[in-house]
């Protein structure tokens, strides 16, 4: 097997275009079970991991408003340290991968390029609105997140091309995560879902992972929210609307059977999940307005 290891983002691109057959591998979390198993017999590896670019992450504009722009190379666990106060939905998401040692190896890019529905970090891209910058020696480009992936380990990247970072706004309000696993750690989604809150836009936002063939968004249900929330007096979240946002939730769902669940329980499950992670964003939210402190 070839094995190709370019140092600059330029080199990178170079390769890819002259390689097409070449799989590039970042943290190798799923690239290096799938050659150890015989799944994946690749004619050359692209290792990205000496491209200084892709472990870069930077911000433009101000600390709260601005967009972050997070190389494909960043690992979960500087997602969490370095991050967390602006993405705290994705945060969230990333501690819930693996173990620390994956944590460590792992990366963004990673879980988009391998496209699995279940993938922890989709669900809060999906909330948070990310785009991801694909690039090629052809130029570069930017994919909403929620077109990014068109299938069970398929994605809209061409031939030639690398992703190079996502691009997301910094968490205007408060944001949550929660998954379900067959056990604590170290575990697979059986189904994930973020939420979103953004009170100045008075919007909600969903990821749903492991809920269909690619990470979905449940659109009904975040006009429900954006509609019927209290969002000028923020009184407490009734249980009626909590309840309607969860129906419409396990609705957008098109889960399928597996070893993991089934498609009833996962639809019930994700139910259950926005049901609870919408009452934290918005007691976290209330907690936050000086008149409620
Ligand atoms: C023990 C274990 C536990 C795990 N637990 C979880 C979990 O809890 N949640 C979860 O979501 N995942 C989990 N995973 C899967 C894996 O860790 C994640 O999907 C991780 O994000 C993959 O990142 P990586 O950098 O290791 O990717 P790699 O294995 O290097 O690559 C994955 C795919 O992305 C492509 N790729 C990588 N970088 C680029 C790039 N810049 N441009 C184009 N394509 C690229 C590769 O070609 C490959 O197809 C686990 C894996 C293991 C082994």
Known sequence: MRFLRPRSWEQALQDRAENPGALPVAGGTDVMVEVNFDRSRPAALLDLTAVPELAEWSQSGSRSGGTLRIGAGVPYGRL???LGDRLPGLALAARTVGSPQIRNRGTLGGNLGSAS?????LPPLLAGGAEVELASVRGSRAVPVEQFCTGPKRTVLAPDELIA???????????QFSKIGTRNAIVIAVCAFAVALRPEQRQVRTGLGAAGPTPLRAPAAEELLAAELDWDGAGPLSDGLARRFGGLVAEAANPIDDVRGTADYRRHALGVLARRTLTWVWDEHRGRRPECA
């Open 165 to 175: 970072a996502v691009r997301v706004a910094p968490a205007t309000g408060p944001e």
């Open 80 to 82: 969490v340290a370095e």
């Open 117 to 121: 529905p279940a993938g922890d970090a």
